[in-house]
């Protein structure tokens, strides 16, 4: 009986027997009518809350739908079985296959079976444990495509019922693009050491013949020569000098591009020698040119300094390089110093000053720059590649030097250069006995320069060109340096090293120098680990070459 009823009934009885009760029934049975009045609202205001509930219900549960519905990775949701109950319409896209197809089906009938059992035990932690649980497997696509899936499972409860909620991400793509990517990366790689390869050879066919011809230079000047034939010499060594600096800018960048280091080694080297070669270098060019040049290196600089030599010679010899080059009339001025900093580092401070054309305030800026020229191409007097400045700035930047400059237009530069290096006592030379050089060289040309030059030192040179001929004049008497060209026929010069330091029968064996066009940054621990001692470079200055010998041998 409803409230309403209720209430009725009430008022009836109290209406019909109103004469029969008494005053306290009659009281009793309005406060039953009040309290049922009461009931009746109260009831009515918890069906409102009911219905808006009801209400509320339906709408997340349609939201829910919807949201499942429109996610757009493929969702599935599993029984504790692996049946499928619901599917939204981006695993319909996945498998090409219906909702209604999809509800009831087993998942494991469109999982591979290489990876079906990966796919259970992903699904039973699921259920065994709360949180994401993922698992890479192989799934049938449209038309029996196979797809490379990741399936990330999490577990709820719905109803009493346990259930997987299963997202599908579709990784063909991208697996397919790691494949692509690793093949080109093993393409890539092939070619970065086809390139290598090419530019080694490139280098060392390059570096044989300027070796020749300015060993043939510096020769030729030891002998009496008119005023025509001292300056066609000049034009020949200014025009080498111009091609050795080309390539040194050109092998510089690539390693640059490549490496991003310039993988210089720290080597103990006396820095007035370095000075003395660039003076001798340069001197030529700034004689042509009328122009005064001046190297300044003071006592207090310390004898032998230990640093990336290579990497200071380089830069030195571009800033140099660059003075004459935009220097008509006026002066070059190299100015070294050296000092200790409160945390005991040693600095080599080089400045490089010159009376030239100078730079334009507003381009300073960019001087460092690569391929940056103040000119356009349509107004370069001067030439080049507009890369000597960049390369001074990495290499300085790589090793912990720096670089910088200071410039006004028709007064001049001024390039101010701190290196970092340490300082030792100058190591004493090695003993040596019998012949002094025994010289592995099979460019005729080179070859012969480089024995009459030592020669002329006053030393005694066995010069062979071929392994063979190498190691039968090595046993016959173990010279006191070895030159051993990298490169020959036949048998290379590594395996020339190795089979000469079998014969040693001492420890106290003889000094060996590698001596190449073609060595690169990245063969210097090669040379190294194979047991050199150290390096030389082709092309050379054949007297500071020389030089060089004559401390090894004599200190």
Known sequence: MTDR????????????????????????????????????????????????????????????KDLFDRVPAP?????????????????EALFDRSRKTLAGLPFMALVLSPFQTTVTENRTQTFLKKGIHKADAQVEGPG??????????????????????????????????????????????????RQKNFLANVNHELRTPLTAILAAYELLTTTE?????????????????????????LLKFHRQQNKGTSGDREV???FSEMTNDLYRTFKPQAEYKSLEFEVNVPATVPRVLIGCESVLRQVLSNLVGNALKFTEKGSIVLQANWNRDKAGQSWLIVDVVDTGIGMNPAYVKEAFDRFSQEKSDEDRPFGGLGLGLAICKELLFQVGGTIDVTSRIDQGSAFHVTFPVRTKPAATAPETTGLDVLLV????????????????????????????????????QQPGLVLLDLQLPQMDGYEVLRRMKDQLTHENGPCFWAVSGHLMVEMLP????????????KPFNVNDFSRKVMECLHG
């Open 5 to 64: 009823e209720l209430r009725r009934r009430a008022e009836s009885l109290l209406h019909t027997q109103k004469d029969a009760l008494s005053d306290d029934d009659f009281l009793s049975m309005a406060e039953v009518l009040e309290e049922l009045q009461i009931h009746q609202a109260e009831l009515t205001i918890q069906n409102e809350e009911l219905r808006q509930s009801q209400n509320r219900l339906m709408h997340l549960s349609r939201r829910y």
């Open 75 to 91: 969702c599935l949701v599993l029984d504790s079985e692996g049946v499928i109950k619901e599917a939204n319409w981006a695993a």
């Open 144 to 193: 029996g495509k196979t797809l490379q899936v990741r399936i990330e499972s999490t577990s709820f409860e719905e109803e009493g019922e346990s259930l997987c909620l299963t997202t599908l991400i579709d990784l063909t793509q991208l697996r397919e693009l790691e494949a692509e990517q690793k093949k080109n990366q093993k393409e890539t790689l092939n070619l970065l050491k």
């Open 225 to 249: 020569l008119t005023a025509e034939q001292q300056d066609f010499s000049e034009t020949i060594y200014r025009s080498s000098h111009h091609l050795l600096t080309l390539i040194e800018d």
């Open 268 to 270: 103990p080297f006396v």
């Open 441 to 476: 060289e099979d460019n005729i040309e080179t070859g012969r320069l480089i024995e009459l030059a030592l020669r002329k030192q006053g030393l005694k040179v066995q010069w062979v060109k071929d392994g063979s001929e190498a190691l039968k004049a090595f046993s016959a």
């Open 526 to 537: 090669q040379v190294k680990a194979a047991g050199f001692d150290d390096y030389v470079e």
